[in-house]
Nanobody, 122 residues
Framework: QVQLVESGGGLVQAGGSLRLSCAAS????????MGWFRQAPGKEREFVAV???????YYTESVKGRFTGSRDNAKNTVYLQMNSLRPEDTGVYYC????????????????WGQGTQVTVSS
């Protein structure tokens, strides 16, 4: 069983930055692929970034060069540094975990956090 708790969301002006954190409980954190997803009002949850269990990181095209994912396995925590934020980045951001995972697909993840709201004003 893995429990995930996100933090770091908030209200920021366009062009600003936020750093999201996702703290995980449970064992063998390094064996989990950790995904970041977001959901805007009235839209489906979408992939943002994934940090695979093997150490690779992938991003959706719209955040490349602006967002950076990282993980600290000693602290059981993953991060999403978000720079140059845009109004279209607004939504609830979720982290998700899957053993030996690395998928961009929502349905691939078994464990989810409660989400943290990110609002970017224009």
């Amino acid at each position: 069983q893995v429990q995930l708790v996100e933090s770091g969301g908030g209200l920021v002006q366009a062009g600003g930055s936020l750093r999201l954190s996702c703290a995980a409980s449970g064992r063998s954190f390094s064996n989990y692929g950790m995904g970041w997803f977001r959901q805007a009002p009235g839209k489906e949850r979408e992939f943002v970034a994934v940090l695979t269990w093997s150490g690779a990181t992938y991003y959706t095209e719209s955040v490349k060069g602006r967002f950076t994912g990282s993980r600290d396995n000693a602290k059981n925590t993953v991060y999403l540094q978000m720079n140059s934020l845009r109004p279209e980045d607004t939504g609830v951001y979720y982290c998700a975990a899957e053993l030996l995972g690395g998928s961009r697909l929502v349905e691939s993840y078994h464990y989810w956090g409660q989400g943290t709201q990110v609002t970017v004003s224009s």
